[in-house]
């Protein structure tokens, strides 16, 4: 089969490899769609601080059932799957507390071991969620980056008739936003400075404000009213917008980081404390969040195909990241397209 490696920053070659034998408790997939996302262009450039070359990247996939080991009952050939990425340990303190999004020693396909850059993909069927008929194969690879949307909205706990703030209306924060509507959150502002993100953000039905063109605070009351948001979702990973949080975050509402930082944030510690802020930081997600995502998107209340800004085929996958480069923010999701498609 064929297989996209990453061999350097900046360089993606295709190499003939052998297709992995099938565990009992395996299956073998054939890939459909791939999602490049954020953490992908940071490898991409170099910039990743967890991942070495050679890589193989993806990790937002939709796949089909090829074949099922001899103990493997919930799958068969045919089915249309979607893939949960980590690889734990089952045994550190947060893998036996049911938190093994947290591992001591997570890896990530795509990152720090194998990813599904490849025709075909062997992996354990615990690993596999199946997706009903009506979710396309496009919408499928979105489940991933939806579940860490939902996981997010959960480490706030209960959403319903909530104010709800996100800042930053990239692929995540979009995702954050619509995923708070979809669980009954009572209003959801997205602020976010790019203009053709705001547009996508409004078609997925969010309201939308340019903190450049409309002073925040005054937004936010205008918005919520004087009580302001119940919780605030810091989806960009800068300096600005977390200090932003905490200085108009309501006394004693939620902060939730979302945003992955390159480095140190000086923050306004004395805020958090005289306010009594709860700041919670949210890392991936765990196969109930999956679930959750795939009944979010089967039940119509997601928005993805605005996301969807380009689809590359398999064979030209470096094309992908140069048109990420290349059009900024108006590459939303950049979607590879296997070849027989």
Same mark, same amino acid.
């Given at each position: ?8 920053? @900046? ?62 009952? @919930? ?14 340990? @089952? ?9 093994? $999004? ?70 995540? @924060? ?35 404000? $340019? ?131």
């Amino acid at each position: 089969m064929i297989q996209a490696m990453m061999t350097k920053p @900046g360089e993606i070659i295709f190499r003939e490899v052998d297709v992995p034998a099938v565990g009992p408790d395996q299956i073998k997939v054939k890939m459909k769609r791939i999602g490049v996302c954020g953490s992908d262009v940071h490898v991409y450039h170099g910039k990743h601080p967890f991942t070495s070359y050679p890589v193989v990247q993806g990790h937002e996939v939709s796949a089909e059932v090829v074949e099922v080991g001899e103990n493997v009952t @919930g799958f068969k050939p045919g089915d249309k799957v979607t893939i949960q990425p980590q690889v734990v340990c @089952g045994k550190c303190y947060p893998c036996t507390h049911g938190l093994y $999004n947290d591992c001591e020693v997570l890896k990530v396909m795509g990152f720090q071991t194998t990813g599904m850059a490849s025709e075909y993909f062997v992996t354990e069927a615990a690993k596999a969620l199946k997706l009903p008929d009506s979710i396309s194969w496009d919408h499928g690879s979105m489940i991933e980056p939806l579940a860490v949307g939902v996981h997010a909205v959960r480490r706030y706990g209960d959403i319903k008739d909530k104010n709800v703030l996100v800042l930053g209306g990239g692929t995540i @924060g979009n995702l954050v936003a619509q995923t708070a509507k979809a669980m009954g959150a009572s209003k959801v502002l997205i602020s976010e400075i790019s203009e053709y993100r705001l547009e996508v953000a409004k078609k997925a039905g969010i309201e939308t404000v $340019n903190p450049f063109k409309k002073e925040l605070k005054e937004a936010i009351h205008e918005f919520f009213g004087p009580d302001g948001a119940d919780v605030i979702f810091e989806c960009v990973g800068a300096s600005e917008t977390m200090n932003q949080a905490i200085e108009y975050a309501r006394k004693g509402s939620h902060i939730i980081v979302v945003g992955v930082f390159e480095g140190l944030v000086n923050m306004n510690a004395a805020l958090i404390q005289d306010h009594e802020l709860t700041v919670a930081g949210t890392a991936m997600y765990r196969v109930e969040d999956f679930i959750k995502a795939i009944e979010l998107t089967e039940a119509g209340l997601i928005e993805f195909d605005s996301l969807i800004t380009n689809h590359v085929p398999f064979k030209e996958y470096q094309r992908a990241y140069q048109i990420i480069d290349e059009q900024k923010d108006k590459a939303m999701k950049v979607i590879i397209v296997m070849d027989e498609e």
